[in-house]
């Protein structure tokens, strides 16, 4: 099970995320509580071991938004909306991560990865299970929205996703993340049999 922490803004939760054994730690670079800055996104992976994924998170990034992005914190994938991907110039080092949504318009076919949520990205709320796991079946789905520790193996049980990924669901309060909680949504997403 591939699992994400996303809106990572400290050392300790960037920590715990690594040493827990996070398979990708995101970043947010657009209007949220836990925007930070390409520069400080850069200090935090010092020490991450290059086997984590370094996910930069944005949400319909200007070409000049998403330069500064790419060019200083260098990330190996873009989380966007898929249709953001039409507009931007992604490196070949730069894995695209399309991100669509409950009730979204389906695309002709679905790409070789994604991300799925609810409507509105970090808020919380949950995405359609039933949904992401038709999805599911034909692609490498990673379900985000509403996932925490409680919830993430009934999710995973349900939906059958390549990976789960978790941001308001590992705080103690909004944009500040619980190293405790970080730790205990990997291993219960890692003892749920998919």
């Known amino acids: 099970m ?3 922490i996303c809106g990572l803004s400290s050392v300790d939760a960037v920590e715990a995320a690594s040493s827990a054994g996070a398979d990708a730690i995101g ?16 200090e ?3 020490n991450v071991p290059r086997k984590i994924v370094r996910v930069a998170v944005m ?7 998403w330069a500064e992005v790419r060019d200083v914190f260098v990330p190996d994938w873009l989380q966007t909306d898929a ?3 039409e507009v931007l110039s992604v490196p070949d080092g730069c894995a695209p991560l399309p991100v669509y949504r409950t009730n979204q318009s389906p695309p002709e076919t679905w790409p070789h990865r994604l991300l799925f949520e609810g409507s509105a990205s970090g808020s919380g709320e949950p995405a359609d299970w039933a949904e992401a ?4 079946n ?36 909004p ?3 619980d190293p405790k909680k970080i730790r205990e949504f990997i291993a219960r997403a890692r003892e749920t049999p998919r």
Do not use: M, Y
């Not at 947010?28 to 850069?42: E, G, H, K």
């Not at 949400?59 to 938004?65: F, G, R």
């Not at 796991?133 to 599911?136: L, M, N, P, S, V």
């Not at 939906?159 to 103690?172: K, L």
């Open 2 to 4: 591939f699992v994400k």
């Open 27 to 42: 970043f947010v670079f657009s209007n949220s509580i836990r925007q930070i800055t390409p520069n400080q996104a850069l």
């Open 44 to 46: 935090l992976c010092q």
């Open 59 to 65: 949400l319909h990034p200007t070409k000049d938004e």
């Open 83 to 85: 249709a953001d991907f």
């Open 133 to 136: 796991k038709t999805i599911a």
């Open 138 to 173: 034909s692609t490498h789905l990673i379900l985000a929205g509403g996932l925490t520790v409680s919830n993430v193996a009934d999710a995973i049980t349900r939906v059958r996703p390549w990976g789960v990924d978790v941001s308001s669901g590992v705080e103690h309060q």
């Open 175 to 177: 944009g500040h993340k």
